[in-house]
């Protein structure tokens, strides 16, 4: 009987998820970081133990977070680059995470619940409420179908997991009705194989994304909600997650180190305060959502929308003092408030403020959920006569789950591509968000509509003279054959940020495809200055020594590419095409080998790598090559010709 109930509770959150979420799952992959993470990281074109290593042992490029990046690795292994694959992981994490927050707080509530006799109902009530509000808010939708925010939903996973295991192990948790099953056979202490299992959970959590690094402080609060007495004894339990967060919290520092330094303390605060002020107005009232907030250049506390907030969350926290012995208050209050602060560090972005990303809610929400759960529950049942307090309940839940249900649903069509993404955010914040208007040219400029995309970049400029726009315009230009305006747009990038290699990397694109070797090799190795881990530079310097048939030369930039970035399949691809050129076809053949390893359905380096196989007389291997390059692309005439030669 158990059993099927847990069965029946997993349906129904599959279920709700299902409805709310499919249509989400046929939408593309969003030119905003799932490029970087996913079908250009080569990282994750791979799924093996060196890939696993460089998971382990690089950002992402600002975040650690190599078990984020394996579970993608297992995605690609299982769907190639289909965008399919990644969000139906997603949407199952996300379901997941429903069925957590449900058994968290069926395990917190039923202790806060009037008379024993009822606690049992209320508490599943109250958990079923919290579980279906958290699985259909319109604020988490962000992290649900935007295949880049898996390390919030991954994160996360293992947090809850973390508080589950640690709040069933807890003596204090209570024994009535259907939780008796779940804390049956409990020692009266924690015990060290549960201590150790939430403790891996959290490891594991940190693994995803340092972001969920207040766990210690939760578990703190936690015991405050259970009557758990804060001694020595207590705080000594908790060090090794404590040393797990002072851990990760210095590993985020180094990735994150240029944000931090982006805006002072005080304006940090000033910007919290209208951060947590507005998550708190979306969970009430989830409408109009964007992927971007933008705070505008200037951050003061004369401006009445920071006024306000101010205001207002020091009216939140000082409430804590008057309401002390409301523990249900000032636990989720608590929650809410110490689970958002590790996204303060987050405000600035490449010289833009933003007050606010809806994924960094995901898990604070779940403090004010409990809070508006119970409270509702308790009120309910204190006003309305027992008979008819269990209808409207059920009938509330059912009202405002199918109103986020839907809000959600409409959002979630907002991620179906680039171009509806950002243009949300101009229709949201209009004449503000230059970064949109850049991003929507960046889609035009991919079309090859760039006339669009010419005026797409010249309205973001109006907004904010930015060097990535303009560089961005001189990519367009340089595309349109118009090499003098090129060349002006990359200099207006280089005079507003002299020290970014980008647009000298432009420069130097321009300079070769007008054949002027020596300008575009001062600008190449210019950027490599600036950046000498600019792996794309010395490939297109090996491609300038190539193209005057100096492959010796050519080879040596090919390995300092695949040196500044060991997962760089086109430089392999190259090197292996400058070592035959120098007739050193053992080393070639080594070349295409690493070209093929990271990306297995590379058919130009694989009928390469054929026809030297053949060469050496591996006949076998050769074949093997050939037939693969058939099982990839059955039209390949190159590789059909090949194998009729070889007479297979």
Not at 574 to 591: D, F
Request: a neutral charge; glycine letters at 6%; proline letters at 4%.
């Amino acid at each position: 009987m158990k059993n099927r109930r847990a069965v029946i509770v997993v349906i129904f959150f599959l279920a709700i998820n299902l409805l709310v979420y499919s249509q989400s799952l046929n939408n593309k992959f969003v030119r905003w970081d799932d490029g970087l993470l996913i079908y250009e990281n080569p990282i994750v074109r791979n799924f093996s133990a060196s890939s696993v290593a460089a998971a382990f042992s690089t950002y992402d490029p600002e975040l650690y977070v190599p078990l984020t990046i394996i579970s993608y690795q297992i995605d690609y292994l299982v769907g190639g680059v289909d965008p399919f694959m990644y969000h139906f992981t997603n949407l199952l994490l996300h379901t997941l995470n429903s069925l957590l927050v449900f058994l968290f707080v069926l395990l917190c509530s039923a202790g806060l619940c009037p008379r024993a006799e009822t606690r049992c109902r209320a508490a599943r009530y109250i958990a079923l409420f919290c579980g279906v509000l958290f699985a259909v808010h319109p604020l988490n939708t962000e992290a649900v179908v935007w295949a880049s925010a898996r390390k919030d939903l991954l994160a996360t996973f293992f947090f809850l997991i973390s508080l589950v295991l640690y709040v069933r192990n807890d003596k204090q948790s209570p024994k009535d009705g259907i939780l008796r099953s779940l804390t049956a056979n409990r020692p009266s202490s924690p015990s060290f194989a549960a201590t150790g299992l939430s403790l891996t959970a959290f490891l594991l959590s940190l693994l995803s994304k340092a972001s969920t690094i207040a766990l210690p402080i939760v578990l703190l609060l936690i015991d405050y909600l259970k009557d758990r007495k804060i001694d020595r004894g207590v705080l000594l339990e908790k060090i090794p997650y404590f040393a797990l967060s002072i851990i990760f919290g210095i590993v985020a520092i180094f990735g994150k180190a240029e944000v931090i330094e982006g805006i002072g303390f005080t304006d940090t605060v000033i910007m919290a305060c209208r951060s947590a002020i507005f998550y708190i107005s979306k969970i009430f009232i989830p409408t109009g959502l964007s992927v971007l907030y933008p705070a505008g250049n200037s951050i003061s506390i004369s401006d009445p929308i920071y006024l306000v907030s101010a205001i207002l969350v020091v009216a939140l926290l000082s409430s804590l003092i008057y309401f002390r012995k409301n523990k249900l208050f000032v636990f989720s209050i608590l929650f809410f408030f110490i689970n958002l602060i590790p996204s303060f560090t987050n405000f600035a972005k490449d010289g833009d403020l933003y007050f606010a990303s809806d994924r960094y809610a995901y898990i604070p929400m779940i403090g004010i959920l409990i809070l508006v759960c119970i409270s509702f529950v308790k009120v309910i049942k204190k006003l309305i006569h027992h008979n008819y307090s269990l209808y409207i309940v059920n009938y509330s839940l059912l009202i405002v789950s199918l109103i986020f249900a839907a809000l959600s649903f409409f959002q979630s069509r907002v991620w179906a591509s680039t171009e509806s993404l950002f243009t949300n955010v101009i229709e949201n914040y209009p004449g503000m968000s230059h970064r949109a208007h850049n991003n929507i040219g960046n889609v035009y400029r991919r079309q090859g509509n760039l006339d669009k995309a010419i005026s797409e970049f010249e309205t973001a400029l109006t907004i904010k003279p930015h060097p990535k726009t303009y560089g961005n315009l001189g990519a367009v230009y340089r595309k349109n054959g118009d090499t003098l305006k090129a060349l002006e747009e990359y200099k207006k990038a280089i005079e507003l940020d002299p020290e970014n290699a980008e647009p000298y990397f432009g420069l130097g694109l321009v300079y070769a495809g007008s054949g002027d070797f020596g300008n575009a090799l001062d600008n190449y190795n210019r950027a490599l200055e600036l950046d000498p881990r600019y792996a794309e530079a010395y490939s297109n310097i090996g491609a300038l020594y190539a193209s005057r048939g100096d492959y010796e030369r050519a080879a040596e930039n090919y390995l300092s590419a695949i040196e500044a970035n060991s997962m760089f399949i086109q430089a392999y691809y190259n090197l292996g095409v400058a070592y035959s050129q120098l007739g050193k076809n053992s080393e070639a053949i080594k070349a295409y080998e690493g070209a093929v390893e990271i990306h297995p359905s590379f058919t130009a380096a694989r009928l390469n790598l054929g026809i030297l196989y053949y060469g050496k007389n591996r006949i076998d291997d050769a074949v093997y090559e050939f037939e693969k390059v058939l099982e990839i692309d059955p039209g390949n005439a190159s590789a059909r010709s090949a194998l009729g030669q070889i007479g297979r």
